[in-house]
């Protein structure tokens, strides 16, 4: 699809197969530093909103579900054992498109976190140990000297590129199931082009939704 090609005429029954499409070309052409940035919102038992960036890893576009990873004990992650929902917006400013998602969260299975987590670059996996993010920190050298401890622990060398550092318990991924998805293509003159589907989803399991049928709109910008 190129720049500023409008949403198709007639919609297509689901959004899933565009937005995936959409997913993997913001990655291959690369013109955004982070083209799986995403903005995460939730609520806490205090109803008061927060947003912050994480990374979309993954697009499951026959079950209709995003992947992020996260801190379980971090802001987000309280936040979405009290309230398991969430809303999520990506922006690929220079493709002209945006992806806004609405829908429950649930925990990633253990052996996809596991997979993830053996992926990332040493550094990130011992910071995900040192880390109790979100929490007050005294000073930066206190990070430091905790970064120092796990890597003494596990025997790794943070400038190292290889080493065994397992997962924390206390980190891993969720899925943001896509209850209602809205897609947006940049027009001239602001008159832009956006369409909104919307399903239920019923709880079949610990990680998974049964999905009804798309009910699709299009919206006035």
């Known amino acids: 699809m190129s720049d500023n090609e409008f949403l198709p005429e007639p919609l297509p029954g689901s959004p899933l197969p565009l ?3 959409w997913f993997r070309e913001a990655r291959s052409r690369a013109q955004q530093p982070n083209p799986d940035a ?13 947003a912050r960036v994480v990374l979309c890893k993954r697009v499951d576009e026959q079950a209709g579900y995003v992947v992020f990873f996260t801190n379980y ?9 009290s309230q398991p929902r969430a809303a999520a917006v990506i922006h690929w400013d220079s493709m002209h498109r945006q992806v806004r998602i609405e829908g429950p969260v649930i925990r990633s299975p ?28 005294a000073s930066r050298e206190t990070l430091a000297n905790q970064v120092r401890a796990i890597a003494q622990k596990f025997g790794v060398s943070v400038d190292a590129t290889g080493g ?14 896509i209850e209602s998805m809205e897609l947006w293509v940049e027009g001239p003159g ?8 919307k399903r239920s989803l019923t709880r079949q399991d610990e ?15």
């Open 164 to 177: 065994e550092v397992p997962r924390p318990p206390h980190w891993g991924g969720y899925r943001l199931w």
């Open 110 to 137: 253990a052996a996809e976190s596991d997979e993830y987590f053996a992926s990332r670059a040493l550094a990130s996996r011992v910071g995900a140990w040192a880390s109790a993010q979100s929490q007050p920190l």
């Open 38 to 50: 995403m903005v995460l919102a939730t609520v806490g038992e205090d109803v008061s909103p927060a």
């Open 73 to 81: 004990e971090s802001r987000k992650g309280r936040e979405l054992q």
């Open 207 to 221: 990680f998974s939704f049964a999905a009804g049928n798309w009910q699709t709109t299009r919206l006035n910008p």
């Open 190 to 197: 602001r008159v832009h082009d956006r369409a909104i589907w």
């Open 19 to 21: 937005f995936a499409g």
